[in-house]
């Protein structure tokens, strides 16, 4: 996540449909505790509103190991992260109905009746328009391949989403320190704030990144986000 403190109180969500943003090959976790506690990470195939989740059984999982606990009627909580402005961990609990060997090896799990929702983030989100880019170093060359022109979708006092449009098979940014370069609309400089690259999240052809500002730079943020007349107080 962008920032890592979470709220105490969860808050119920009755909504429907449940997910919106839910899509095929997300990583969802599957935690079991009957009769040993156990968690997997599982990549979701797809589901049946109301109905199901098919899941993708733990490839590291041979056919006999975990009998007792892979077995038809078993509760389990599954949880996930939605990683857009609001940032929330959703969670609910489920049971499996049945599983397959052919022609994958899958799990069915029933379609929730509701869903508990935990705002992560310590700061709500405010979406915005902002040309960005980001680069390894403070000081790229105009030609530096590292350099990445995109846009500012939402931000808040202690990290921002950075969005850009990328290449079939583009896979990821790896988590590590980074710059952001914004444009003060006052002057036309370019304002550098040191920040960390927290999450990517891939939507069609366009990577959403997931930015923390590096703590000791925010006030950098704050004078120029007034130059651009945004409150995020």
């Given at each position: 996540?962008?920032?890592?403190?979470?709220?105490?109180?969860?808050?119920?969500?009755?909504?429907?449909?449940?997910?919106?943003?839910?899509?095929p090959g997300k990583l969802i976790d599957l935690q079991f505790s009957n009769p040993i506690s156990i968690r997997f990470k599982l990549t979701l195939v797809g589901y049946e509103t109301g109905k199901y989740l098919i899941l993708k059984c733990p490839?590291?999982?041979?056919?006999?190991?975990?009998?007792?606990?892979?077995?038809?009627?078993?509760?389990?909580?599954?949880?996930?992260?939605?990683?857009?402005?609001?940032?929330?961990?959703?969670?609910?609990?489920?049971?499996?109905?049945?599983?397959?060997?052919?022609?994958?090896?899958?799990?069915?799990?029933?379609?929730?009746?509701?869903?508990?929702?935990?705002?992560?983030?310590?700061?709500?989100?405010?979406?915005?328009?902002?040309?960005?880019?980001?680069?390894?170093?403070?000081?790229?060359?105009?030609?530096?391949?590292?350099?990445?022109?995109?846009?500012?979708?939402?931000?808040?006092?202690?990290?921002?989403?950075?969005?850009?449009?990328?290449?079939?098979?583009?896979?990821?940014?790896?988590?590590?320190?980074?710059?952001?370069?914004?444009?003060?609309?006052?002057?036309?400089?370019?304002?550098?704030?040191?920040?960390?690259?927290?999450?990517?999240?891939?939507?069609?052809?366009?990577?959403?990144?997931?930015?923390?500002?590096?703590?000791?730079?925010?006030?950098?943020?704050?004078?120029?986000?007034?130059?651009?007349?945004?409150?995020?107080?």
């Open positions: 996540m962008d920032v890592t403190k979470e709220k105490t109180t969860p808050q119920l969500a009755n909504k429907s449909p449940f997910f919106l943003d839910l899509l490839a590291q999982v041979g056919k006999n190991d975990f009998k007792d606990v892979l077995v038809e009627g078993n509760g389990a909580i599954v949880r996930y992260i939605v990683e857009d402005q609001r940032g929330e961990c959703v969670a609910f609990t489920t049971n499996i109905i049945t599983l397959t060997v052919r022609p994958e090896r899958l799990m069915y799990l029933a379609y929730p009746k509701n869903i508990e929702s935990r705002q992560l983030r310590e700061a709500s989100r405010l979406q915005t328009h902002i040309p960005a880019k980001i680069s390894v170093t403070e000081n790229p060359s105009d030609d530096d391949k590292t350099l990445l022109h995109g846009l500012i979708i939402d931000i808040s006092p202690t990290g921002c989403r950075f969005a850009i449009h990328v290449k079939t098979g583009f896979l990821a940014l790896k988590r590590r320190q980074v710059f952001v370069h914004i444009l003060s609309p006052q002057d036309s400089s370019t304002q550098v704030i040191r920040a960390y690259i927290r999450n990517n999240q891939m939507k069609g052809d366009r990577l959403n990144v997931g930015i923390e500002f590096a703590e000791d730079e925010q006030y950098k943020l704050h004078k120029l986000l007034e130059a651009y007349a945004i409150d995020i107080d």
